[in-house]
Every structure is written in structure tokens, then in C-alpha cells.
């Protein structure tokens, strides 16, 4: 069987434009590849001076971000930059082998332009022959370098994006940039600089929050929760307008007496805890004039998954004016459930109905792929399954609401199939079943408007 293909399209992105956002529609929608990957490069091979990559890499994801089902921008350059001190150029070889590393069930392909192949640029790039022979490069054609026929992408550079930039409010450059650049890239473009923000801990919301703000236009320094509270780390770099602790929530309390200690800038302190009152957890920072915040991401966060729902969730907020002015700057038209005047015991409560539906899908999917499995059916392929209907279920009740987006056997008014199912079950399967079942006919019953 046939492995589906990773195209790999790596670049400057320096800023990205319209026809890097097309080369991935233009490769999908022509069944070149079953996925792609973009890969901001972290240097220039001959020493180009570039945007910072983190900037390139939140303006990339922008780009990108309406593809991002099928689309993975990564930052695999500057993992593979760490790994060799942050020393050396970029080489496409050492990204490809990296990526096919990283997806061993795809047949991972290099993309490059038709200009690259006319001009026998890629014959001279560092291990061109194990590229050609490992990485089979997919040709995307270019105007000038293919048959015009051929060529369906529209023919822009980022010099020339840059170019109109410099212009500043020239009507012809801006009206030009209009056309070239992705809307989400030029509002980010022309924000500029807006300020700088110091990220305490390195977890998986550290991992999404940076490129977040980055996208908004703050620029950010990442620092250690745990060498904070242990003394062992040094404050971030640059002067913060704001400091979010993004650490364990038991480590709270004891990252705020550290940053008072070491004589942190007197400048909003957040906090990402459901379950904290910014002034309770943070109280050694507002004691010391801090004002004090939570900034709560409603959303399941995992630093493996490059594609974040970070831009698109609700955040939970609540703390002092001037940190709440922060946090409403970083969310710009994102929308947020106002915490304010909720007493410890209902910020617990609060965060327990986030846990209830953020943490427990897992039982549902493992009881149901353990009962598939139970019949013999192979795991691999029932696990799939389940996680699809999961898939599908959550995407119909929320399109839908209830009743509308409720299937099966209650939606149907069904008693016996339920009773049947209950019994057919065992162990914890048939209890859970027996909960949720009961609830959701009480759910549907009231969604109808139908007697108890």
C-alpha cells in the first residue's frame, strides 16, 4: 500500500505572500500531496538578513491558517538549530530527513519552484543527489521558468512585498500589497511593534501563547517557571509592558514572591489558571503594586500540536484595570467570559465545567474502542473509527445544538435500543452508558419541550 505524501515546502517567508498561501490548495487540490508542510528556515544558506524567525513563523501561520486541517507550519528549523548550537545554514536535506523522521507513515516529498530547476539551482545545493533520489521533489511551475499554460499561481516575491512596504502610504504600493499579501499578514504588517511581553514557564500553553502574540504584534522572551522559583534562571530579556506566568498553577504563588524578589518591572503580572484569583494566587505581585490578572485559555492546548485553536477560543478574564487592559489588547476582537467578582469556590466551579468537557472525551473513546477491541476488531482501525465519530458528533452538536445535532438511538425516542445497549455492554462501559443515556433523554426531553 501506497504511503500518503508530506510535501515539504520550505523558504524565507520573509513576510509570506499570496502565492505561498496558493502552493499548498494549488498541491492538494492537484493530488501532488495528501498533506503539507510549510517550514520557515531559520538562516539563509548565503546569509540573507531576515525578520527574526519567530516573527516569520507567526506570520506564516497566519498565512496558512485557513488551511490549517491539511496545512502543519512548523518550527522544526529551529529545533534542528538548537540542536546544532544555532550555528550553521539551514539545509533542505537536513529538514527533509528531519520531517520523514518526525512522519514515518508519509512518503515525504520536497517542493520547489520550476525557477529553481530551469536555472540548475538545485543541482547545487548541499546533497542535491540524495534529495533528488530520497525526497523526489515535486516541480510547482512558475511564470518565466514553465509554459504559460501551465503556470497557475500568481508570480509575486517578498522583495517586492517589502518593497511596497517601505513605500509606506503610496496608493499604488498599498493598493499592491492589497493583492499580494493575505489579509491576516498585512493587518499584522502594518500593527507594527506593539510591545514586549516576558512568557514565564515552557509547557504546552508557553508553546502556543508565544506564537499568538507574535501574530498580534507583541514580540516576547520565554523564561523558565521552574529556574524561577528555584533562583537557579535569569529574568527574560528586554523591558516587559506585561508578564504572563504560564508555569504549573501550584507554582503560582511562589512565582510571583520570585519575580518581586529579583526586582521585576512594576508592570501587569497574568496568570493562565482557571481555578485562580489573580489577586489570591498572585498576592506577593499585588502587594507590591503589580496589577494582577487572569488571562484563562478555554481550550485544549498540546505542544505537539503545531495547529493551535489558541486565535479562535474564548478565554476566561478577570484581575486588576491595568491588567485587564493588557489582556483585552493581546485578545483584540477575540471574545472572553468576564470572571470578575467570581469568589474562589465558583472559580473552581468554573474551572471544573471547563475540565468536564475539555478532559473526559478521552473515556468516552476509550471505552468505546476497548468494547470494539473486546470483539476482536482491530485496534488501529477502531481506535480511527471512534475518533471520527467523536469527530463528527462534536462538529454536529456544535453546528446544531440539541436536540439537532444529537443521532442515534435517544434522538430517536428509541427506550429499547438503549436498554438493549446497556446490557449488552459490561463493566464500566454499561455503567457510563447508563449515566449518559438517562441524561441525554432528559436532555432531549427538555430540548423538545416534551413532559419528564
Not at 62 to 81: F, G, H, K
Not at 209 to 221: D, F, I, M, Y
Request: hydrophobic residues 45%; charged residues 20%.
Amino acid at each position: 500500500m501506497e504511503r500518503p505524501v508530506l510535501a515539504v515546502l520550505g523558504g524565507s517567508f520573509d513576510p509570506p505572500h499570496l502565492g505561498h498561501a496558493l502552493i499548498p490548495t494549488y498541491l492538494l487540490a492537484r493530488g501532488l500531496a495528501d498533506r503539507v508542510l510549510v517550514a520557515p528556515c531559520w538562516s539563509h544558506p548565503f546569509a540573507k538578513q531576515m525578520m527574526p524567525f519567530a516573527d516569520r513563523l507567526a506570520l506564516t501561520r497566519l498565512a496558512m491558517a485557513a488551511q490549517a486541517e491539511t496545512v502543519e507550519v512548523s518550527d522544526v528549523e529551529a529545533r534542528l538549530a538548537a540542536r546544532r548550537g544555532g550555528e550553521g545554514p539551514s539545509y533542505s536535506y537536513d529538514l527533509l530527513r528531519a520531517v520523514a523522521e518526525e512522519h514515518p507513515g508519509f512518503a515525504v516529498r520536497l517542493v520547489v519552484g520550476s525557477d529553481i530547476v530551469v536555472r540548475g539551482e538545485l543541482q547545487r545545493w548541499h546533497r542535491a543527489a540524495e534529495i533528488a533520489a530520497e525526497f523526489s521533489p515535486i516541480v510547482v511551475p512558475r511564470v518565466g521558468f514553465a509554459d504559460a499554460e501551465d503556470c497557475a499561481l500568481p508570480e509575486i516575491s517578498s522583495t517586492a512585498v517589502r518593497a511596497w512596504l517601505a513605500a509606506g502610504d503610496d496608493p499604488a504600493a498599498q493598493e499592491a500589497l492589497t493583492m499580494a499579501v493575505p489579509a491576516a499578514v498585512l493587518r499584522r504588517l502594518r500593527a507594527g511593534h506593539v510591545g514586549h511581553v516576558w512568557l514565564l514557564g515552557r509547557g504546552n500553553v508557553a508553546a502556543h501563547a508565544e506564537p499568538w502574540l507574535r501574530e498580534r504584534g507583541w514580540s516576547t522572551a520565554i523564561g523558565s517557571a521552574r529556574e524561577l522559583v528555584e533562583g537557579t534562571g535569569e529574568l527574560p530579556e528586554g523591558t516587559p509592558d506585561a508578564i504572563w506566568l504560564l508555569g504549573q498553577d501550584r507554582w503560582l504563588g511562589r512565582m510571583a514572591a520570585a519575580l518581586v524578589a529579583r526586582g521585576a518591572p512594576r508592570v501587569p503580572v497574568l496568570h493562565a489558571a482557571g481555578a485562580v484569583v489573580a489577586r489570591e494566587g498572585l498576592a506577593a505581585a499585588a502587594a507590591a503594586g503589580h496589577p494582577v490578572g487572569t488571562l484563562h485559555p478555554i481550550c485544549s492546548l498540546r505542544r505537539e500540536r503545531p495547529h493551535s485553536r489558541l486565535g479562535s477560543c474564548v478565554f476566561g478574564l478577570e484581575g486588576d484595570p491595568e491588567a485587564r487592559a493588557v489582556a483585552l489588547r493581546w485578545l483584540g476582537p477575540q471574545r472572553h467570559l468576564d470572571l470578575q467578582g467570581l469568589g474562589a469556590e465558583q472559580r473552581t466551579r468554573y474551572h471544573a465545567a471547563c475540565a468536564l468537557a475539555g478532559n473526559h472525551l478521552a473515556v468516552l473513546g476509550e471505552r468505546a474502542t476497548e468494547t470494539m477491541r473486546s470483539l476482536g476488531l482491530p485496534g488501529p482501525i477502531a481506535s480511527e473509527a471512534i475518533g471520527e465519530l467523536l469527530r463528527s458528533a462534536l462538529e454536529n452538536l456544535l453546528a446544531l445544538g440539541v436536540p439537532l445535532g444529537v443521532s442515534g438511538p435517544a434522538a430517536r425516542g428509541d427506550l429499547g435500543a438503549l436498554a438493549r445497549h446497556e446490557a449488552a455492554l459490561e463493566g464500566a462501559a454499561s455503567a457510563l452508558y447508563r449515566v449518559l443515556s438517562g441524561q441525554l433523554v432528559e436532555l432531549l426531553q427538555a430540548g423538545r419541550g416534551e413532559p419528564r
